[in-house]
């Protein structure tokens, strides 16, 4: 017999926020110890997010991280609003970040674009930085 899907959830039923307490990493000594919660929690976020480049570890889902090896060797006018768009695409598959804006770049004498942005998250704004090398 196939259960019927009625009476399993009643129709008020509201799906929370996804909880933000993680385990705390320590970036410095490469540990992780203690735990961070909301804004910190987002910074950490953030952080992974932009330092997993995208279809390169088979522990992530297709979707996480970011793309950007293939940027080596672009011309600077291509690169930085392409990186912004790839900022952009992959911290918002996070339900908790809302935009992604203020984007700032700047050219290095040693052939990288950094990139300085504001995450905009339901904690609170996050400042945010990517470096990429061309």
Same mark, same amino acid.
């Given at each position: 017999?196939?259960?019927?899907?009625?009476? !399993? *959830?009643?129709?008020? !039923?509201?799906?929370?926020?996804?909880?933000?307490?993680?385990?705390?990493?320590?970036?410095?000594?490469?540990?992780?110890? @203690?735990?961070?919660?909301?804004? &910190?929690?987002?910074?950490?976020?953030?952080? =992974?997010? *932009?330092?997993? &480049?995208?279809?390169?570890?088979?522990?992530?889902?297709?979707?996480? /991280?970011?793309?950007?090896?293939?940027?080596? /060797?672009?011309?600077?006018?291509?690169?930085?609003?392409? *990186?912004? =768009?790839?900022?952009?695409?992959?911290?918002?598959?996070?339900? =908790?970040? =809302?935009?992604?804006?203020?984007?700032? !770049?700047?050219?290095? /004498?040693?052939?990288?674009?950094?990139?300085?942005?504001?995450?905009?998250?339901?904690? @609170?704004?996050?400042?945010?930085?990517?470096?990429?090398?061309?």
């Amino acid at each position: 017999m196939i259960p019927s899907t009625s009476g !399993f *959830l009643p129709r008020d !039923f509201v799906i929370e926020e996804q909880p933000s307490l993680t385990y705390k990493m320590d970036l410095e000594g490469d540990s992780v110890r @203690g735990f961070a919660d909301k804004q &910190e929690a987002m910074k950490q976020t953030v952080y =992974r997010i *932009l330092n997993t &480049e995208r279809y390169q570890f088979v522990i992530y889902p297709w979707y996480y /991280g970011i793309e950007t090896l293939d940027l080596y /060797g672009e011309p600077v006018t291509y690169v930085c609003p392409e *990186l912004e =768009r790839r900022i952009t695409e992959a911290l918002l598959t996070d339900t =908790r970040i =809302r935009s992604v804006t203020d984007f700032e !770049f700047d050219l290095d /004498g040693k052939g990288a674009v950094h990139a300085a942005f504001t995450v905009n998250t339901i904690y @609170g704004a996050v400042k945010a930085q990517k470096e990429v090398n061309i």
